[in-house]
């Protein structure tokens, strides 16, 4: 073990001699999961909305309070007429049209219904559905408030009525950062695993140095381990760092499962992605090469791991994708442990399905590493 011994100093002096990589390994992760979970927000608000009132009766205006008064729409213009709203809507300073016709009130308390015009910019698609879902369901509030005021019924005539009462669980108050912080962080320590990692080899490549080891006595697995045991460590201090000072202490985010689990699949995972910067760098002659390959990678990790979108709404073949991908059973295991308190129990398939990638990875980087004699 003597060989690597001397790998992994050598290791640790490169890494923290160099004054360029120490940020990018510490100080960016860190900073950027305590901005992105402000900005990947499920919740949309600030809809701008014209509202053209062709009635102008107390009910029209009562409806244009109770949509202003909800919190996610604002006001950017009472329109004159369709045309002028449309405009708004082009210009992209409108992203909804509500027109309501003229007569509202009186042909409501005559026939007892109305019909309302609501038009949508569909180019942003989660914004538009979102939008046009909010703004039907506070007109339907609305219609059964009047619905109650034009025709009153007596307590005994009412038809009787289902309440459902709703119960959240593990995120109660629907807090869009406890889902969010976890899966950001895995993705943040596979940046630092797959990146550096793979960057510390095609750096040897290009300044020579690799050629003294090529010619030394050290075996294969002995040059692969001492590459991935300091980035190992590296990514063991990351999240620590990420979960303890920013998930736990500045978005309050409290595991209800076990640490010692956590931690356990979390040195799992990283065998297995630290294997895969490795992967990399065998394939690689420069970092640009190996930057390039990484990052075509990180994207379709990111991208297809849940992080954002559910895996089940993908179509079939990008499940599978999304399947093959280490990152999904990671961000899945943080929130099943962070936010379920699931056991080891629940994880077991996740375990084994590490165990794999790891497996692979690693063997299929000692393999295509060439050590010439």
């Known amino acids: 073990m003597r060989p690597l011994r001397f ?8 890494i923290f001699r160099n004054k360029t990589l120490l940020p990018l390994i510490f100080a960016l992760p860190l900073i950027q999961l305590l901005i992105m979970p402000l900005a990947a927000d499920y919740e949309v608000k600030n ?12 009910y029209s205006q009562e409806l244009t309070a ?8 604002r006001l950017s213009e009472a329109g004159h007429s369709f045309d002028e709203a449309f405009k708004q809507i082009e210009s992209d300073e409108a992203d909804l049209i509500l027109e309501i016709p003229p007569n509202f009130k009186r042909n409501l308390l005559r026939t007892g219904s109305e019909k309302l015009f609501i038009a949508v910019n ?8 979102l939008g ?14 009047i619905s109650i005021d034009i025709q009153p019924l007596s307590p005994a005539s009412r038809p009787k009525a289902i309440e459902v009462t709703s119960l959240n669980w593990f995120n109660p108050y629907l807090n869009y950062k406890i889902f969010m912080v976890p899966a950001i962080l895995v993705i943040l320590v596979t940046m630092v695993g797959a ?7 095609v750096k040897e490549k290009e300044v020579g140095t690799i050629e003294q080891i090529n010619v030394s006595p050290i075996k294969k697995h002995h040059y692969i381990l001492g590459k991935l045991i300091p980035f190992w460590i590296i990514g063991m201090v990351d999240f620590s760092i990420g979960f303890f000072l920013i998930s736990w202490l500045i978005y309050g985010i409290v595991p209800i499962g076990s640490m010692l689990l956590l931690y356990s699949y979390l040195a799992l995972f990283l065998v297995a992605i630290l294997g895969f910067g490795l992967l990399i760098s065998t394939y690689s002659e420069t970092q640009q090469q190996a930057m390039s390959v990484a990052f075509f990678f990180m994207m379709i990790f990111i991208l297809m791991s849940g992080l954002f979108t559910s895996i089940d709404a993908m179509p079939g073949w990008a499940q ?14 943080m929130r099943m442990v962070v936010l379920k308190g699931s056991g080891l129990a629940h994880i077991t398939k996740h375990i084994f399905i590490m165990i794999g990638f790891a497996i692979l990875f690693n063997t299929w980087a000692i393999i295509n590493y060439r050590k010439t004699s």
């Open 7 to 14: 790998l992994l100093i050598k290791e640790f002096k490169q």
């Open 132 to 145: 046009g879902s909010y703004l039907s369901s506070i007109i339907g509030d609305f219609n059964q408030q």
């Open 195 to 201: 990146y550096m990692c793979g960057l510390n080899i």
């Open 47 to 58: 809809i701008y909305i014209n509202i053209v009132d062709n009635d102008h009766s107390s």
């Open 122 to 129: 569909a180019i942003n698609g989660t914004k538009a559905n």
């Open 66 to 73: 109770k949509i202003l008064a909800s919190g996610y729409f």
């Open 320 to 333: 599978k994708i999304a399947y093959a991908n280490p990152v999904t059973y990671f961000i899945e295991v």
